[in-house]
């Protein structure tokens, strides 16, 4: 098994603030999320990423499947 060291990965948040975020262009940023602490990822129907995380869930541009490489995990059989 070859471990892989970088427990972090580089994503662009969409960030968005309530109403105004209807008004206007979503804001966009670059992150690095560590993925011991993502719970669970899935697509929205916008084409964006969810990830949720231990208390909060997180919008990033990646599409899933660009995201579920990223955080693919390997398995010792």
């Not at 603030?17 to 993502?38: E, F, P």
């Amino acid at each position: 098994m070859k471990k892989n060291s970088n427990k972090f990965i580089e994503l662009t948040e969409v960030v968005t603030s309530g109403l105004a975020s209807h008004m206007s262009k979503s804001k966009r940023r670059t992150i690095a999320v560590n993925k011991d602490k993502i719970q669970c990822a899935y697509p929205e129907s916008s084409g964006y990423t969810i990830l949720q995380m231990r208390r909060e869930n997180i919008k990033v541009e990646e599409a899933y499947g660009e995201v579920s490489i990223k955080i693919t995990i390997e398995v010792p059989y």
